[in-house]
């Protein structure tokens, strides 16, 4: 019995291992809800006071997630998206930061 758990429990990480390898930003920033503020586009935010992320610097992007997600960034809008940012893991976010980058 236990040995069948610990197969069926590999066999679960290596399936999630291989979703965050072959899933590319675009698909997560999909996937994530992101574009429901944001415009599918990065570019046409719901709201004028939203940011536009397309061709932003990744390296910026991803601390910018990661600061809002953890509740050091709290300014202006920010706790609208915080909400989201459960969603996303480090490897997901940074992911999201090099799509966003390489929009025009
Ligand atoms: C509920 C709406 C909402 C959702 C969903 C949302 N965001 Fe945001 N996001 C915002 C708002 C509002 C801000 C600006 C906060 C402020 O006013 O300072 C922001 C800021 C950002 C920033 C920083 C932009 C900058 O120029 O500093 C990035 C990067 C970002 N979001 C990426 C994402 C990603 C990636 C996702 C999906 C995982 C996401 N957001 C989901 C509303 C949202």
């Known amino acids: 019995m236990k040995k069948v758990l610990l ?3 590999s066999i679960a990480l290596l399936s999630a291992m291989s979703a965050t390898v072959s899933a590319d ?9 992101c574009w429901s503020c944001h415009g599918k586009d ?8 939203y940011p536009k ?5 990744a ?10 997600k953890s509740g050091a960034r709290a300014n202006g809008q920010a706790a609208a998206m915080q909400g989201v940012m459960g969603l996303v893991n480090d490897a997901e976010m940074k992911e999201i930061a090099d799509w966003l980058s390489s929009l025009k």
Request: no cysteine; proline share 6%.
């Open 59 to 68: 390296g910026y992007a991803l601390n910018q997630m990661k600061d809002i």
């Open 7 to 9: 197969i069926a429990s």
């Open 25 to 33: 930003g675009a698909a997560l920033y999909q996937a994530k809800t």
């Open 42 to 49: 990065a570019k046409t935010p719901i709201l004028p006071i």
């Open 53 to 57: 992320l397309a061709g932003q610097n």
